[in-house]
Nanobody
C-alpha cells in the first residue's frame, strides 16, 4: 500500500504563487508521480507529472506557470504554481503509479492496480 499525503494548499489572489507537496513513506521506487485537480461536477484532469528519471509532463493549461519537481531520496513530489488564475481553483490530488514506461498526466494511468491517490487538498484563487 502506498500512502500519499498532500500539503501546502490554501487561498491566494490571482497572480500570486503557491507550492504543494506530496510525501509518501513508501520505501521502494515509484515510476511516476503526478498532480491532478478536480472541481465539483467535472472530470479529474492532469496537471503535471514526473518520472523517476526526471522526465516531466504538463497539461497545456499550466505550462510555463507550474513546475513539478521530485526528490526521489526523500520521496517528495512538489508543485510550484506561479501566476495563479481563478480557473486554477480546484481540489488538487497527488497520485503515483509504481511501474510504467512513460509518465503522463492522464488520470487513467494512475487508476490501475498499481495506482494510488492522496486525499486531496484545496487550492482557491480569487480574482
Amino acid at each position: 500500500q502506498v500512502e500519499l499525503v498532500e500539503s501546502g494548499g490554501g487561498s491566494v489572489q490571482a497572480g500570486e504563487s503557491l507550492s504543494l507537496s506530496c510525501t509518501t513513506s513508501y520505501t521502494y521506487d515509484i515510476a511516476c508521480m503526478g498532480w491532478f485537480r478536480q472541481i465539483p461536477g467535472k472530470e479529474r484532469e492532469g496537471v503535471a507529472a514526473m518520472g523517476r528519471d526526471g522526465t516531466t509532463a504538463y497539461s497545456d493549461s499550466v505550462k510555463g506557470r507550474f513546475t513539478v519537481s521530485r526528490d526521489n531520496a526523500k520521496k517528495i513530489l512538489s508543485l510550484q504554481m506561479n501566476a495563479l488564475k481563478a480557473e486554477d481553483t480546484a481540489m488538487y490530488y497527488c497520485a503515483a503509479v509504481l511501474h510504467t514506461r512513460v509518465c503522463t498526466v492522464v488520470p487513467a494511468q494512475y487508476r490501475g492496480a498499481e495506482g494510488y491517490w492522496g486525499q486531496g487538498i484545496q487550492v482557491t484563487v480569487s480574482s
